[in-house]
């Protein structure tokens, strides 16, 4: 019993709890706009007000994708990118290693989310791939993670088919 509580809401708290660092150090770099910017220019990011718009696109809407789940896979996939470079820029020249491992792990959470999807209790709940229509898991709102939703997508995108509904 206690599995399947786990099985329902680890992912949405999980999810959660990695969006809040982006979220809330968004809303800092955000209310100390300047200061951020002349940090970012001390450490050598060029074009450092363009880079903290960047930094905040990313930390706002990669956050909000990964928490709510929607498109979680690509929010994760954007922190993780931002997460990198911030290990890069900011902590290896500067000798903070415990700081860039620290990173290291969000990013290996992040990858979980890239590898296994938004999981239960995400708004994207009911996957609309033809194989998934209509199964137990669909029928009963949880997540699909069978990867042929993004992969239908992009095979669609690209002018071609998806090789489920062929």
Do not use: W
């Not at 470079?85 to 290693?97: E, V, Y």
């Not at 997540?143 to 090789?163: F, H, I, Q, R, S």
Request: hydrophobic residues 50%; charged residues 10%.
């Amino acid at each position: 019993m206690i599995h399947s509580k786990i099985q329902h809401y680890g992912p949405l708290v999980g999810r959660v709890l990695l969006a809040l660092l982006f979220l809330v150090s968004a809303f800092g770099m955000l209310t100390n706009f300047g200061a951020t910017a002349s940090y970012f220019g001390s450490i050598g990011i060029p074009m450092a007000t363009i880079a903290v718009l960047v930094a905040l696109t990313v930390k706002i809407g990669g956050g909000l994708m990964v928490a709510l789940g929607v498109h979680a896979r690509v929010g994760a996939m954007a922190l993780i990118g931002f997460t990198l470079a911030t290990i890069f820029f900011a902590h290896l020249g500067a000798g903070q290693m415990i700081p860039a491992l620290k990173n290291l792990a969000i990013v290996g959470g992040l990858l979980l989310i890239v590898v296994n999807g938004a999981g239960s209790m995400s708004l994207r709940d009911k996957c609309p791939c033809p194989r998934c229509k209509g199964s137990k898991m669909s029928a009963a709102g949880g997540v699909c993670n069978c990867g042929y939703c993004e992969a239908c997508l992009a095979a669609k995108k690209d002018g071609g088919t998806c090789e489920v509904e062929a």
